[in-house]
Structures are given as structure tokens and as C-alpha cells.
């Protein structure tokens, strides 16, 4: 846990709670939305931090006492709040460690700082609790609600909190910390960087998965050989796939980004604007004999397949009927 200064990307976002600090305008309560790995936990970190450093300043010194306990997670003024249930965060969990607790003045810290993440699992009546909170907390009280959907939570909460966007990260700052901190070449790094979409916390972990290489590998090789399998040997890589159900999803976005590579190097004959490389013999070919309309189509179905399998369609029908498209395109 450190400051803003080792944040990728975000600047605007930092430059609103920088400019709090300096003037010393803290907000009650701030909701950060953005994507699963998008680095809201990381903003409010040093966020929480900043607020609690004894130097008052609009970076946090990363030396004091306060900070020292706060990079350590040890802050007895900074409190996470954790639930049970994977699904939902209860109002019990929400009186115990907020409501209840706030009422109590901080051992040692300016403020008393709530860290809530996953805050759309809070239920409606864990909500409600916490509204009677926000309506008339305490001067020294500041929660921190995380949500990957704002949407999601009454709208009297999202109407006392001061709503902060994350924004996904220009592919440029992403490709450049994958190479400098993982130490990968840039092609994986730029396989990476076009899965992620902006999405650091996703470009680092798929950088550093071996389950996502190994999607790849068996992605790409059904890829070059679709054109010549038989509706048997279809169903048989169908059921080879049923073991990357959890991450499906991934597996579409590399038949799309693969389709898009056909599609793009189709129109432009420029390989240095292709995402896969390493699969330029592939490519060409692929490009040379499917049509555009057949690109668009197949790219329609993979959108359709994801849209299905969110909607607990059959598996296997999605996918054999994703494949045959494929195959006849």
C-alpha cells in the first residue's frame, strides 16, 4: 500500500482527492465505480492513507507513524469492512463494523476511515443502516464505498456520496508497466494489454497466469484447424473446452481479438497493427480466404455466444453452433 504517486493512470480522479486534501474539503462519503481490477481498492488505499498522515499534506509522506501502520494494514482509524457470505453484505455486518463503530471517536487518526468494497452485496436492509449513517455521521467519519455498479445501490445512498469515476488506462501506460514491472516481451505484453481493455489489475494477472496461456493455446489451436474438423471432432473440442467454463469468457475474447487480427490485416495489409503475432502465418490465410461479410458474421455469433451462456443457455449448443458458424464463414 503507497500513494497516489504510484498509481497508473487515473490522474483526473487524483487530482479531484489531491485537491480535497490540499484544501481540506473531505466529503462524508465518496463512491469509486469501475471494473473489477480497475485499482479502486488501490485509490482508496492511499486515499485512506493520505487523510491519515501526520503531515497533512496532499501526498501521503509514506514515513510517519500513521503511515507506516496504514501501508501495514495495522491503522486502527482505517477500517475494512468484511463479510461472510461471498454474495451478500448483511445488515449485521454493516451495524457491527460501521454503524455501531463510528460512534466511537478515532484512537489516534484525524478521521475515522470505512473502506466498504463489493458495496453493490450490501442488501437492501444493510443499505438502509447505513443510509441513517450517511444522512448524519459524525465530523470525523469518511466511508468509502467500492462498487463496480452504482447503479446497484439505493439511490438516497448514491446521493450523498460524491461519485468518482475509474476510467480505463491508455493501452500505451498499460503495455509500458506490464514490460518494466513483469519484465515480459512486448508481444505478450500487448496479447495482454488487448484482453484487459484498460483494466490494470486484469493486464497484470493475465500477464502473470499461466491458466489464461494455456486458454490461449488451446484457443489458437482450434482456430487454425476449424476449417477442416468434422461436426464430430467439433463436439469433441466443445467438450475439451467445458473445462475453461469459469473463464469462458476469456476464451471469446481471444476467438474475437484472433477474428479481429483476420479482419484488420484483410483491410490493411499492416501486420504491426496485429495483436497476435506470433500467428501471422494464420492470419494471412485466414484473411486471404474468408470475406469480410464472413468475418463480421462470425464476430456477430461470438457476441451472441457470450450473450447466451450469460443467460444459461446449454453450453455445448452455444458453443457447437459458435463453430459451426466459424466453420462455414
Sequence with gaps: MSGFQNIIGHEQLIEHLRNALQMNKISHAYLFQGDSGSGKRTVADAFAMALQCEEGGSEPCGGCHSCRQAASRNHPDIIYVTHEK??????????????????????NGKYKVYIVAEAEKMTVQAQNALLKTLEEPPAYAVILLLTTNAESLLETIRSRCVLLNLRPVPAGRV?????????????????CVAFAQGNIGKALMLASSD??????????????????MDINEIVTAVRSIVQYKITINDYLDILAVWFRDVLYFKATRDADGVVFKDQMKSIRDNARTSSYEGIELILQAIQTAKARLDANVNFELTMELLFLTMKEN
Design 86 to 107: 461471498p454474495g451478500s453484505i448483511g445488515v449485521d455486518e454493516i451495524r457491527d463494523q460501521l454503524v455501531s463503530d463510528i460512534q466511537i471517536k478515532p484512537y
Design 211 to 228: 491458466n489464461f496461456h494455456e486458454i490461449k493455446t488451446s484457443a489458437l489451436q482450434l482456430l487454425r484447424n476449424v476449417k477442416e
Design 175 to 191: 503495455k509500458q508497466y506490464l514490460m518494466e514491472n513483469l519484465e515480459i516481451p512486448d508481444y505478450q505484453a500487448e496479447v
